[in-house]
């Protein structure tokens, strides 16, 4: 029986509306208004305000282009969004952290800087401390970095995380464990230094 379209498409399912959208494309924004938000949550905390919005506009048009490989059986479409973010993401990481190493090269020593411009590179502190956390991610096989960005920040189960990825449980689990292991570490790396009482700051993901 093929789901209905039109206003009623609401009351379906993701997998039934999905499908339905192979033939009739509108209906794929009732996809995109269920998870919009969530998508965008998801994108956010990956690599922050500024290019989360792009990341899960990309993520629908890939979603949208690939529809007609969705199983209708699946009741959401929420875990299948969140693995396609977590490519668009990752691709977004990489040249993010290839355009920072190309502007270290080039800006000149601190001491060479005015004052205006010295107090310019402090207001961007922060910012480079987080694209530093980005490098450390993308130090993680591709493996680890989806296991671990589907349950920090897409808060997946570790049967949604299988069922997203296709891998067995066990292999869910070692691979988290693994993961937020390998980041602790790398994270302590680029970590700044407290001073006095006040404790250094934690990265959410761990």
Same mark, same amino acid.
């Given at each position: #029986?093929? @789901?209905?379209?039109?206003?009623?498409?609401?009351?379906?399912?993701?997998?039934? *509306?999905?499908?339905?959208?192979?033939?009739?494309?509108?209906?794929?924004?009732?996809?995109?208004?269920?998870?919009?938000?969530?998508?965008?949550? %998801?994108? *956010?905390?990956?690599?922050?305000?500024?290019?989360? /919005?792009?990341?899960?506009?990309?993520? %629908?048009?890939r979603a949208f282009s690939r &529809?007609? !490989? %969705?199983?209708?059986?699946?009741?959401?479409?929420?875990?299948w969004l969140f693995g396609i973010?977590?490519?668009?993401g990752r691709e977004r990481v &990489?040249?993010?952290?290839?355009?920072?190493?190309?502007?270290?090269? #080039?800006? /000149? @020593?601190?001491? $060479?800087?005015? @004052?205006?411009?010295?107090?310019?590179? =402090?207001?961007?502190?922060?910012?480079?401390?987080?694209?530093?956390?980005?490098?450390?991610?993308?130090?993680? $096989?591709?493996?680890?970095?989806?296991?671990? #960005?589907?349950?920090?920040?897409?808060?997946?189960?570790?049967?949604?995380?299988?069922?997203?990825? =296709?891998?067995?449980?066990? $292999?869910?689990?070692?691979?988290?464990?693994?993961?937020?292991?390998? #980041? !602790?570490?790398?994270?302590?790396?680029?970590?700044?230094?407290?001073?006095?009482?006040?404790?250094?700051? &934690?990265?959410?993901? %761990?």
């Amino acid at each position: #029986m093929e @789901p209905r379209v039109g206003r009623r498409a609401v009351e379906e399912h993701d997998g039934q *509306v999905i499908a339905a959208s192979v033939r009739h494309p509108e209906l794929f924004e009732v996809i995109f208004d269920r998870h919009y938000r969530a998508v965008v949550r %998801f994108a *956010v905390g990956r690599v922050g305000i500024t290019d989360g /919005p792009d990341i899960a506009a990309e993520t %629908f048009l890939r979603a949208f282009s690939r &529809r007609s !490989r %969705f199983d209708p059986a699946h009741q959401t479409a929420l875990p299948w969004l969140f693995g396609i973010a977590v490519n668009v993401g990752r691709e977004r990481v &990489r040249k993010s952290v290839r355009g920072r190493r190309a502007f270290d090269r #080039m800006t /000149p @020593p601190s001491e $060479t800087l005015s @004052p205006f411009e010295s107090d310019a590179v =402090d207001r961007t502190d922060a910012e480079a401390r987080s694209v530093e956390l980005n490098a450390a991610l993308a130090r993680l $096989t591709d493996d680890e970095y989806q296991v671990l #960005m589907l349950a920090a920040i897409g808060d997946l189960s570790y049967q949604e995380i299988s069922d997203t990825l =296709d891998i067995p449980l066990g $292999t869910v689990r070692s691979r988290l464990s693994r993961s937020r292991r390998r #980041m !602790r570490e790398l994270v302590d790396e680029v970590r700044p230094t407290p001073t006095g009482d006040e404790p250094a700051p &934690r990265a959410r993901l %761990f």
